[in-house]
């Protein structure tokens, strides 16, 4: 890592596959880590949170040391799972479809890859998120906002 701010290049490489093999997503650098976005819309974010600068969200992710966390969108039962089911998932103070997730040693990037997929189709107009191969059964309680 270059400075504060940077997110680690190992989980940079594992999360770029995922968020650019989406149809028409780019990549990006936000105000603080990367993001990646279909058209105009986030649906993945990763950044360094530092308790010293950023104390509500370092609470949040139940963190007083500096640690890595990923936000995307989800809805309905799998939201709500997510936001109670504890560590690595909590809940941002911001948009009522976010969710956050440490991203510790104990990450199983198999479920990251799925939470990114869905959290893209959310954000993504339907004829993109027609061309991404999922689950069946998510089809029916996830769907683009347009």
Known sequence: MTGP??????ILDRLRPVCL???ETYEEPAWIGTRWRIRQRTFAHVYLVDPDHQA??????GSDEPVCVLTF???G?????????????FKPDWGAD????????????????ELLTESYCLRAPKKLVAR???????????????
């Not at 509500?56 to 992710?61: I, M, V």
């Not at 440490?102 to 990037?109: C, E, N, S």
């Not at 991404?132 to 996830?142: C, G, H, I, K, S």
């Open 73 to 75: 969108r989800s809805s």
């Open 21 to 23: 093999g989406l149809p």
């Open 56 to 61: 509500a969200l370092a609470r949040a992710a």
């Open 132 to 146: 991404v191969d999922r689950p069946a059964e998510l089809d029916a309680f996830t769907g683009p906002l347009e």
């Open 5 to 10: 701010q940077d997110v680690p290049p190992e």
């Open 98 to 113: 976010v969710i956050g997730m440490v991203l510790d040693d104990g990450v199983d990037w198999e479920e990251v890859g």
């Open 77 to 89: 039962d799998e939201l709500a799972a997510l936001t109670g089911g504890g560590h690595p998932f």
